[in-house]
């Protein structure tokens, strides 16, 4: 690539920067969390909006020679992102509180894989939206680990920031949260795996991807234990323990990726094995910013430039989409409050848990653009996910505020 491409990438980051930052600004201005303001800059820079009002200059800037840098830099951040959300998952409160949230935690899988699986009698009918040669049953499994995938760092950001980590709501919602979230990955993994690849590749990812999940949930924090320990004596991480640990990432990544899964499992898993306390702040501290303020966005531009808005012009495509947000909303957040219900919560706290549970975010983004890239969905099935993530994570804080933010209690350390 010649000088001039570069200066062209520089280009798209400043002006990538800039529309994170202006988005995110008035998002919180309105009373939502940054990132959904990040999650429609990059819907704006793609073609739904910039390349309709400017086709050409959109175009000229976001060129096919810059796509591969930008690939790159939104793979890493999600990455590195998952890494990150797999060093703030509280272990010692899933393991504690696991049980009094399994009923809100089945409710939140079980219908919306039900609804899912009654959904795509009708979208495996419907041209343009999945792979030609998927089966039922691998579309199904689809859209039901997309329906029931939560927003999980935003969730646990809010409940933290409002303090009610130690509340019955906190930590059924926490708990709730995490155990969805697990196996919603784990079924897009065995999807995955078996999309297309054969009986052989689906027994590799199951069988690697298993015995590397259960080594660095049972044996890698014990491995790493002795240089948590040196950094917490020296209140200090070195650039050489830093590389190690960006270099055992870098390996994690790619272990996941070789036997068929996707590289955001090794990360994530990675992040959960690490051991807690200095050495995880210090891994915060370094790689935060630059994630979140950096990478992310290109992330999140990279998805907008695969979102077709448009194609909600056709009443066929426009019915769908409204039909799989009002599905989504219906299987996450009323299932949830129904089993909250059930579960003793009164109903004030059985909303917010259906609220909370409802928000998709950035989970959402992730999980649809690794379907895309496996060809496992099409644009138009992609734009429609993106469509429902945006909304029902703008949902996700008004509702909660309405229904719960009026009466919050003080805040109680876990």
């Not at 509340?167 to 297309?196: E, K, N």
């Not at 306390?277 to 994630?291: D, H, S």
Request: charged content about 10%; glycine content about 10%.
């Amino acid at each position: 690539m010649g000088f001039s491409t570069v200066l062209l990438f520089l280009l798209q980051l400043l002006l990538i920067l800039l529309a994170a930052q202006l988005m995110g600004r008035l998002a919180r201005f309105i009373g939502q969390p940054k990132v959904v303001g990040e999650m429609i800059a990059g819907v704006l820079l793609g073609p739904s909006l910039f390349g309709w009002l400017a086709p050409q200059l959109q175009q000229s800037i976001f060129t096919a020679d810059t796509r591969s840098w930008l690939y790159f830099g939104a793979q890493l951040g999600v990455g590195l992102y998952m890494f990150l959300v797999g060093l703030e998952f509280n272990t010692r409160l899933f393991k504690h509180h696991a049980k009094s949230a399994v009923s809100v935690s089945l409710a939140g899988m079980l219908v919306p894989f039900a609804c899912a699986a009654l959904l795509c009698l009708w979208l495996t009918d419907t041209p343009g939206l999945f792979a030609a040669d998927i089966s039922y049953f691998n579309a199904a499994l689809f859209m039901g680990a997309a329906i029931a995938i939560t927003a999980f760092p935003m969730l646990a950001r809010i409940i933290y920031e409002r303090g009610l980590a130690g509340t019955p709501l906190g930590t059924m919602a926490l708990a709730a949260g995490a155990i969805d979230d697990a196996a919603a990955w784990l079924v897009l993994a065995f999807v995955l795996a078996s999309f297309g690849g054969g009986t052989e590749l689906l027994f590799k990812a199951l069988l690697g991807g298993g015995l590397y999940a259960f080594i660095m949930l049972t044996r890698v924090r014990r491995w790493l234990q002795p240089l948590a320990d040196n950094i917490a004596r020296n209140n200090h991480m070195s650039y050489v323990q830093f590389i190690g640990i960006m270099l055992l990432f870098a390996v994690s990544a790619y272990s996941m990726d070789w036997v068929g899964l996707h590289a955001v499992f090794g990360g994530f898993l990675l992040g959960i094995a690490m051991p807690r306390g200095v050495i995880v702040e210090q891994l915060r501290k370094r790689l935060e910013k630059f994630t979140i303020l950096l990478l992310l966005p290109m992330f999140f531009t990279y998805s907008g430039l695969n979102t077709q808005l448009d194609v909600l012009g056709s009443w066929q495509v426009l019915s769908v989409a409204l039909a799989v947000l009002a599905v989504s909303v219906f299987a996450k957040g009323v299932a949830c409050w129904a089993a909250a219900r059930l579960n003793g919560a009164d109903n004030r706290t059985a909303m917010a848990i259906g609220a909370l549970m409802n928000a998709r975010g950035l989970m959402e983004l992730i999980i649809i653009n690794i379907a895309l890239s496996y060809g496992v969905i099409q644009p138009a099935l992609f734009s429609i996910m993106v469509v429902m993530a945006i909304v029902t994570t703008l949902m996700a804080s008004p509702l909660f505020q309405w229904v719960y933010g009026r009466h919050q209690p003080k805040p109680t350390a876990i």
